[in-house]
């Protein structure tokens, strides 16, 4: 298995510009999780899906941010309009084992908004 | 709210043991897990305690204490290459995982 695949492994882009970030989970895997890190504020989870659908966004910061899963093997993170406290390296998750075991994480996307 | 605690950073020597304690506030968490970090890469995945008491796997362990709120990662013969963060994480039974802060380790010679 490839493990989670995440892209593009780096993004710099403009303020004001839109970003979108890509991720194919472990097939099989029925969770999918957007997480968020940065020195000031460690592992943010930001939204996760079971079985493609929302479960839970309230960690997502504001409107600019927008996540979709069209199917169990693609997501997409979209931040319209990008700004430069978006800054931080974004990981994507998957996890089929059951509560708590083996959450596989992706390689991550380290976004700079300048 | 949910929230875990745990130190910011620990030292320790090669070949020694060293203990990560990690507390938490919350209803809902569905046991404890821990994950580690190398600098630029993703977390990885170390232990589930869904039960009280003591998981071990090689040279990590990992402890919990659900009365207490409380849980510790036990990490036996240090190496260099076990410098890294460690992370808790509280995973409720909808799937929800969060993560402490993290606890930066340094092993030195």
């Known amino acids: 298995d490839a493990g989670v695949i995440q892209s593009p492994r780096h993004e710099v882009t403009e303020m004001g510009q839109e970003v979108t970030l890509r991720c194919k989970p472990i097939?099989?895997?029925?969770?999918l999780f957007w997480y968020r890190q940065t020195m000031m504020r460690g592992l943010e989870l930001l939204i996760y899906?079971?079985?493609?659908?929302?479960?839970?966004d309230s960690g997502m910061p504001e409107d600019r941010f927008s996540a979709k899963m069209p199917n169990a093997s693609f997501s997409t993170l979209k931040i319209q309009p990008s700004e430069p406290r978006d800054s931080a390296v974004y990981f994507c998750?998957?996890?089929?084992?059951?509560?708590?075991?083996?959450?596989?994480f992706g390689s991550g996307t380290r976004l700079t908004v300048v | 709210g949910q929230s875990l605690e745990q130190p910011s950073e620990v030292t320790a020597v090669e070949g020694a043991i060293v203990q990560i304690n990690c507390t938490y506030q919350t209803s809902g968490f569905y046991g404890l897990s821990w994950y580690q970090q190398h600098d630029g890469g993703a977390p990885t995945f170390l232990s589930y305690n869904a039960l009280d008491g003591l998981e071990e796997t090689g040279r990590f362990s990992s402890f919990l204490s659900r009365s207490d709120s409380y849980g510790y990662l036990l990490l036996q013969e240090l190496q260099m290459k076990d410098s890294a963060s460690y992370f808790c994480?509280?995973?409720?039974?909808?799937?929800?995982?969060?993560f402490g802060q993290g606890t930066t380790l340094q092993v030195k010679p």
């Open positions: 998750a998957s996890s089929g084992q059951g509560v708590g075991y083996g959450y596989t």
């Open positions: 899906f079971n079985n493609n659908v929302p479960i839970d």
């Open positions: 097939s099989g895997h029925d969770y």
């Open positions: 994480a509280g995973p409720s039974n909808t799937g929800k995982l969060i």
